[in-house]
Nanobody, 121 residues
Framework: QVQLVESGGGLVQAGGSLRLSCVAS????????MGWYRQAPGKQRELVAR???????NYADSVKGRFTISRDNAKNTVYLQMNSLKPEDTAVYYC???????????????WGQGTQVTVSS
């Protein structure tokens, strides 16, 4: 059983900060790219930030300069540091990881259950 479990969401005032964490566990052979996506009510899920195993990153234009993605490969964990939060950042944030499982060839995308981030004005 493979799980991605997010934590760190909550309610914050505009201008504040939050740090999201996502831990992958289970019969994992290797983890390749990891990322954060978000979905606001009535909108499609969108990429927020993504990081390769080697540490290369890419960000949505709307969060550049405010959010930082990082990972700890030894802990199978990816983080999202969110600063200068705006009301338009309000969404459910989902962790995503491309996993290769023990005894199974190929990579497959896995998703966490999501964590709510609400930014009040």
């Amino acid at each position: 059983q493979v799980q991605l479990v997010e934590s760190g969401g909550g309610l914050v005032q505009a201008g504040g900060s939050l740090r999201l964490s996502c831990v992958a566990s289970g019969s994992i052979f290797s983890i390749n790219a990891m990322g954060w996506y978000r979905q606001a009510p009535g909108k499609q899920r969108e990429l927020v930030a993504r990081i390769t195993r080697g540490g290369s990153t890419n960000y949505a234009d709307s969060v550049k300069g405010r959010f930082t993605i990082s990972r700890d490969n030894a802990k199978n964990t990816v983080y999202l540091q969110m600063n200068s939060l705006k009301p338009e950042d309000t969404a459910v944030y989902y962790c995503n990881a491309d996993l290769q499982l023990v005894g199974r060839p190929g990579q497959y995308p896995y998703w966490g259950q999501g964590t709510q981030v609400t930014v009040s004005s």
